[in-house]
């Protein structure tokens, strides 16, 4: 079974500085997909990012970016140009690429916190 | 674009009571699951379907049963509620090709049994 582990529970940042989010996880697969939710107060669950394994390219969407390490099993979040409205908890989610494994394996979060 | 919608958003339960939370989507989407999502925690797969009329546990799936009788809907039935159940929950619903395979989630139901 395939694990997502967040290390950093709590992180902070300036507004307008610049954050990283880790995630690691454990699989045998070669082929899957890795995201990172944000969860707002609000409780939507909204998709952040994708990264699809078999791609050596990092994912870029806007201000969000990640770090994709396929040989280390890591996968993290940056934020640059920090806004307040970034601030929500953000997971780190793991799918395979399978019809089958169509789940989603989550982290447990890191909740940010934006500072102006 | 109404997406994944969820009835109710929130509900209060006595222990032993039941309930079906209602999950629908448009989008045509094959495959729908149900997570649950404790205070301070990630969320868990209690359910999935890959079509109408095909369900299959999660992590997570005693105390609940599930059914997926049309593409559209996926509810999720709570029989003897108990405080363990105590949570929120999310619906979400995904394509399947590689393309589409992006998980879009309802706004979630809470849920308090007392």
């Known amino acids: 079974a395939q694990t997502v582990t967040q290390s950093q529970p709590e992180m902070s940042v300036q507004e307008a500085e610049t954050v990283t989010l880790s995630c690691t996880y454990d699989t045998s697969e070669s082929d899957y997909y890795l995201f990172w939710y944000k969860q707002p107060p609000s409780r939507q669950m909204i998709l952040v990012i994708r990264?699809?394994?078999?791609?050596?390219q990092n994912a870029t969407e806007n201000r969000f970016s990640v770090n994709f390490q396929k040989a280390a099993k890591s996968f993290s979040l940056k934020i640059s140009d920090s806004q307040l409205g970034d601030a929500a908890m953000y997971f780190c989610?793991?799918?395979?690429?399978?019809?089958?494994?169509?789940?989603?394996?989550f982290g447990e979060g890191t909740q940010l916190t934006v500072n102006p | 674009n109404a997406g994944v919608t969820q009835t109710p958003k929130f509900r209060i339960l006595k222990i032993g009571q039941s309930m079906t939370l209602q999950c629908t989507q448009d989008m045509n989407h094959n495959y729908m699951y149900w997570y649950r999502q404790d205070p301070g925690m990630g969320l868990k797969l209690i359910y999935y379907?890959?079509?109408?009329?095909?369900?299959d546990k999660g992590e997570v799936p005693n105390g609940y049963n599930v059914s997926r009788s049309t593409t559209e809907d996926f509810p999720l039935r709570l029989e003897l509620a108990a405080p363990s159940q105590t949570s929120v929950y999310f619906c979400?619903?995904?394509?399947?090709?590689?393309?589409?395979?992006?998980?879009?989630f309802g706004a979630g139901t809470r849920l308090s049994v007392l």
């Open positions: 990264q699809e394994a078999y791609k050596q």
């Open positions: 989610a793991y799918r395979s690429a399978g019809a089958s494994g169509s789940r989603l394996t």
């Open positions: 979400a619903s995904s394509g399947v090709a590689r393309a589409k395979n992006i998980q879009y």
């Open positions: 379907s890959v079509g109408a009329g095909i369900t």
